[in-house]
């Protein structure tokens, strides 16, 4: 797995994991900041949290064509710097309007990271390790969220919001340039080692299927709406548990942000080990199918991630429910790999970015929802349980209908 330069990728794009949800959730971290200095009430703050993923969901979709057109690292370098200059951009923002089409110019930059890791998996990877090196990759983004709420949080407290900004801004700038010195777009033996098993096979049909084939399959489409569950409750989490536990739990900004690590270290945990789950799952049960195995840790865990972040709305102390909410947070990253897994699995190596970028984007409608829904009921209702319970609910039907509706994809003859 780390041998021949593979190491590389996997530090690499893990690092760049930790960099986007140092930065994406930099914002909730400073939430309770900017509201006072800009004098914005819930329901604003929602929409500003949801108008990063107008533009993240676009391109989610034009990232992950653009990976395949253009190469994974190429776009990749793009999208870092451009995000990074826009999270610093920040820094500008005036008011309500200011800050919202910066991040939607931020939530651009982003869009393609996802993608971008599964092509750049896809390109570098064989069928067999592909799931626990997506696990392994993607782990970074929970332990960014985790070091977001010290790092940002204490230098929100002793320079000012503001400045925090700037910091991460340099820190993805030095990122974009070692990535573009010393990785590769392929591995030299990726006509040899990479593409065997199930993408030989895709690779022999390719010529005959297009993009839109998959982008109408019960299995893609579902895949991602279980996908859009998993990033409703992740959005929830991300966007609005600071000020859940500042406003509804009366803690300290500084109490806040050591208490938001904990769901994130167990986010980190579940996922570096979701993808290990189910590569060890599908070789176990080789003979019913690798999609079987996908399903059966996608199913069984966002249902347990459901019930817990449900639940959590319920309890009526802070440690019940921030030890709800961490729980929620692993069983739904247990899960984080799989999505882009099954598209590895089921589509053809030309087609994986553009598809997995289709996916993203409507998981990621979820994000302009989520966000902008939770302000406007916490406003209304005075409480965050409906937002907590509506979470859940979504999660529950999503994991049935995974159940129901992901089959194997049957190509035209």
């Given at each position: 797995?780390?041998?021949?330069?593979?190491?590389?990728?996997?530090?690499?794009?893990?690092?760049?994991?930790?960099?986007?949800?140092?930065?994406?959730?930099?914002?909730?971290?400073?939430?309770?900041?900017?509201?006072?200095?800009?004098?914005?009430?819930?329901?604003?703050?929602?929409?500003?949290?949801?108008?990063?993923?107008?533009?993240?969901?676009?391109?989610?979709?034009?990232?992950?064509?653009?990976?395949?057109?253009?190469?994974?690292?190429?776009?990749?370098?793009?999208?870092?710097?451009?995000?990074?200059?826009?999270?610093?951009?920040?820094?500008?923002?005036?008011?309500?309007?200011?800050?919202?089409?910066?991040?939607?110019?931020?939530?651009?930059?982003?869009?393609?990271?996802?993608?971008?890791?599964?092509?750049?998996?896809?390109?570098?990877?064989?069928?067999?390790?592909?799931?626990?090196?997506?696990?392994?990759?993607?782990?970074?983004?929970?332990?960014?969220?985790?070091?977001?709420?010290?790092?940002?949080?204490?230098?929100?407290?002793?320079?000012?919001?503001?400045?925090?900004?700037?910091?991460?801004?340099?820190?993805?700038?030095?990122?974009?340039?070692?990535?573009?010195?010393?990785?590769?777009?392929?591995?030299?033996?990726?006509?040899?080692?990479?593409?065997?098993?199930?993408?030989?096979?895709?690779?022999?049909?390719?010529?005959?299927?297009?993009?839109?084939?998959?982008?109408?399959?019960?299995?893609?489409?579902?895949?991602?709406?279980?996908?859009?569950?998993?990033?409703?409750?992740?959005?929830?989490?991300?966007?609005?548990?600071?000020?859940?536990?500042v406003d509804a739990r009366g803690l300290?900004?500084?109490?806040?942000s050591i208490v938001t690590v904990i769901?994130?270290?167990?986010?980190?945990?579940?996922?570096?080990?979701?993808?290990?789950?189910?590569?060890?799952?599908?070789?176990?049960?080789?003979?019913?199918?690798?999609?079987?195995?996908?399903?059966?840790?996608?199913?069984?865990?966002?249902?347990?991630?459901?019930?817990?972040i449900g639940l959590a709305g319920l309890?009526?102390?802070?440690?019940?429910?921030?030890?709800?909410?961490?729980?929620?947070?692993?069983?739904?990253?247990?899960?984080?790999?799989?999505?882009?897994?099954?598209?590895?699995?089921?589509?053809?190596?030309?087609?994986?970015?553009?598809?997995?970028?289709?996916?993203?984007?409507?998981?990621?409608?979820?994000?302009?929802?989520?966000?902008?829904?939770?302000?406007?009921?916490?406003?209304?209702?005075?409480?965050?349980?409906?937002?907590?319970?509506?979470?859940?609910?979504?999660?529950?039907?999503?994991?049935?209908?995974?159940?129901?509706?992901?089959?194997?994809?049957?190509?035209?003859?």
């Open positions: 797995m780390f041998s021949q330069g593979r190491g590389v990728v996997i530090v690499f794009l893990f690092l760049a994991g930790v960099i986007n949800y140092l930065d994406r959730s930099a914002l909730s971290i400073a939430a309770p900041f900017i509201q006072d200095d800009l004098s914005l009430t819930a329901t604003e703050m929602g929409i500003i949290f949801s108008s990063f993923s107008v533009g993240y969901a676009i391109f989610n979709f034009l990232g992950g064509m653009a990976s395949d057109k253009y190469g994974a690292k190429l776009t990749l370098f793009v999208a870092m710097i451009v995000w990074s200059l826009f999270s610093g951009a920040l820094v500008l923002a005036v008011g309500f309007v200011s800050m919202i089409v910066i991040r939607v110019l931020f939530g651009m930059g982003e869009g393609p990271l996802s993608a971008t890791i599964s092509k750049m998996v896809n390109n570098w990877f064989p069928p067999s390790n592909r799931a626990s090196v997506i696990g392994l990759t993607n782990s970074g983004t929970p332990l960014g969220g985790a070091i977001s709420g010290p790092i940002v949080g204490f230098i929100a407290i002793a320079y000012g919001w503001r400045i925090s900004f700037i910091a991460i801004m340099v820190i993805g700038l030095i990122w974009a340039i070692c990535w573009w010195k010393f990785v590769k777009e392929k591995p030299a033996d990726s006509s040899e080692k990479v593409n065997t098993g199930a993408a030989q096979v895709a690779a022999a049909t390719e010529g005959k299927l297009k993009l839109t084939f998959y982008l109408k399959q019960k299995t893609v489409l579902f895949t991602a709406f279980a996908f859009f569950a998993y990033n409703y409750i992740l959005f929830f989490f991300l966007t609005w548990f600071p000020s859940y536990l300290s900004v500084k109490d806040m769901p994130w270290i167990l986010g980190f945990l579940g996922l570096a080990l979701g993808g290990f789950v189910s590569d060890f799952f599908s070789k176990k049960f080789a003979q019913k199918g690798v999609l079987f195995s996908r399903k059966l840790v996608l199913v069984t865990c966002l249902f347990l991630s459901a019930v817990c309890v009526t102390t802070t440690v019940g429910a921030v030890t709800l909410v961490a729980f929620s947070v692993f069983f739904l990253y247990l899960t984080g790999a799989i999505y882009w897994a099954i598209v590895n699995d089921v589509v053809d190596q030309r087609n994986v970015g553009s598809v997995g970028g289709f996916m993203h984007f409507l998981a990621n409608t979820a994000g302009i929802i989520g966000p902008t829904l939770t302000g406007y009921l916490v406003d209304t209702t005075g409480t965050f349980t409906a937002a907590f319970l509506l979470a859940g609910g979504l999660a529950v039907v999503a994991s049935l209908a995974v159940t129901r509706f992901v089959r194997p994809i049957v190509k035209p003859m």
